[in-house]
């Protein structure tokens, strides 16, 4: 159980283009997910908190205009690149937890390469 | 400020041998402590977690010691294995509901046959 999967896992886009990538729990409902960011041989970078129904909760430094997120249904939220730039091209990763229980479970990743 | 400090950066282990990966924090509100493993393109899966309230968690070839008072805990992998060359990630949380999640810099461990 507590599977979380991402879609795409690889995307490829022109300068300037957006990008959608939804991050789904298959199992189980998820009043919160989180967004991370992970450079070559890094460590994952916390971009934002996404609440069910509400407003992300954008880290310091992560552009909220920049990272559209949306947390649309308790199994679903997406993360929207907009005008996405080749210093956007990174992994991203999102990962839930099921309410009342700690553990993060998170998805397989999604590599998006900005040409 | 890097609020888990994770070493060795990379570790190279003969297979059947014991990989040892120590982290240390600062932080004394954090309640649980992760390590999880990431092979490359994929997401980091949980492999084991401890609270501490106990010493050493063990599970399978895998076992985490915590020393509370010295703020470190270590990630022991017994009788390591080639499957296991993966990169490894310590992690502490503070507080409930799995917010703020804080990340070691990572360990690329390569087990060779």
């Known amino acids: 159980g507590a599977v979380v999967s991402q879609h795409p896992s690889r995307v490829i886009c022109k300068s300037g283009t957006s990008v959608k990538i939804e991050c789904r729990s298959l199992?189980?409902?998820?009043?919160?997910m989180f967004w991370y960011r992970q450079f070559p041989k890094k460590s994952l970078m916390l971009m934002a908190t996404?609440?069910?129904?509400?407003?992300?909760?954008?880290e310091q430094g992560v552009e909220k205009d920049k990272f559209l997120i949306n947390h649309a249904s308790l199994t679903l939220s997406t993360l929207t690149v907009t005008s996405a730039h080749p210093e956007d091209s990174s992994f991203y990763i999102c990962?839930?937890?099921?309410?009342?229980?700690?553990?993060?479970?998170f998805g397989p990743g999604t590599r998006l390469t900005v040409l | 400020q890097q609020q888990v400090k994770q070493s060795p950066q990379s570790l190279i282990v003969q297979k059947g041998g014991i990989s040892i990966i120590n982290c240390a924090y600062e932080n004394t509100a954090f309640d649980y402590f992760p390590w999880y493993q990431q092979f490359p393109g994929k997401g980091p899966a949980l492999l084991i977690a401890?609270?501490?309230?106990?010493s050493e968690k063990k599970e399978g070839r895998f076992t985490i010691s915590f020393n509370k008072s010295a703020k470190q805990f270590s990630l022991h992998i017994m009788d390591s294995q080639p499957g296991d060359s993966a990169t490894y990630f310590c992690a502490a949380r503070a507080g409930t509901g799995a917010n703020n999640l804080f990340f070691g810099t990572g360990t690329r461990l390569t087990v060779i046959p």
């Open positions: 199992d189980f409902q998820a009043t919160t």
């Open positions: 996404s609440n069910e129904g509400s407003k992300a909760t954008y």
């Open positions: 401890i609270r501490p309230d106990v």
């Open positions: 990962s839930a937890i099921i309410n009342l229980v700690d553990t993060q479970y």
